[in-house]
């Protein structure tokens, strides 16, 4: 018999595998009610650091003294005063319902719905810009080139997210790649099974690395046969 592979150890919820939220700062969204009726002035007290997030929290503070985390821009700086509401005026660090803003402004955290927070363009260096009205929409071209409507009294902060660039710099070695990944909860490195010996998973073993079965399996298959293409849709190539 072999021994437990990847994906039951990782069921057991062992240290090695458990998230680490309580490393976080907090969840960085937009205040749930203020500043989406009336406007209302605020100032940056901190930029914080959130380990795995890769992007600077600003931690600001309402004149009603709500507080609140959200994504830095680029620009940002402690101290800094914003405004939040539909008569927020068009400068960097400035949160109001896109419905207000003008065409080719680059926002960021963009909210789907009114009041979720911020969902869109969370990620360092992105950035969205608006190219259109329809109606009570307003079309936004994603950093991925995908054009998106969003109503107009959805939320954004005007600017681009803080930490630009962070793909360049080189990880130069493995250990960088594990300690990026650990403060994430991902397992790295992660070994394919076929390149495992047969007692180690169901794909390993053979004269060469090859799954040699089909790879699909239900759903409900159980955790140690449960690897592959878990209740695929189809298989084989696409016709046409």
Not at 18 to 31: D, E, I, K, S
Not at 126 to 140: E, L, M, P, W
Request: aromatic share 4%.
């Amino acid at each position: 018999m072999g021994k437990r592979i990847l994906v039951q150890r990782a069921g057991r919820g062992t240290p090695a595998f458990r998230n680490r939220g309580h490393l976080r700062v907090g969840p960085a969204h937009y205040p749930p009610i203020a500043g989406i009726k009336e406007t209302l002035r605020g100032r940056v007290v901190d930029l914080l650091h959130d380990p795995g997030r890769w992007v600077p929290l600003a931690r600001i503070v309402l004149e009603n003294g709500e507080e609140f985390l959200t994504p830095a821009v680029e620009g940002m700086y402690v101290g800094q005063v914003i405004a939040i509401g539909p008569q927020a005026g068009i400068r960097n660090g400035n949160i109001l319902p896109v419905g207000a803003i003008p065409e080719g402004t680059q926002i960021a955290n963009i909210e789907v719905r009114p009041g979720d927070g911020g969902k869109l363009v969370r990620s360092s260096g992105a950035y969205a810009v608006i190219v259109g009205r329809s109606g009570n929409k307003t079309i936004i071209q994603l950093p991925s080139g995908k054009v998106k409507e969003v109503p107009n009294n959805a939320r954004a902060i005007i600017g681009v997210v803080a930490g630009g660039g962070r793909p360049e710099k080189p990880l130069l070695k493995a250990g960088a790649s594990y300690h990026k990944w650990k403060v994430k909860a991902h397992k790295w490195p992660r070994v394919r099974g076929v390149a495992m010996n047969a007692v180690s998973h169901p794909h390993g073993g053979g004269s060469h690395q090859s799954v040699s079965f089909p790879s699909t399996v239900s759903r409900t298959a159980p955790p140690g046969q449960k690897v592959g293409h878990i209740a695929a849709r189809r298989t084989g190539r696409r016709k046409g």
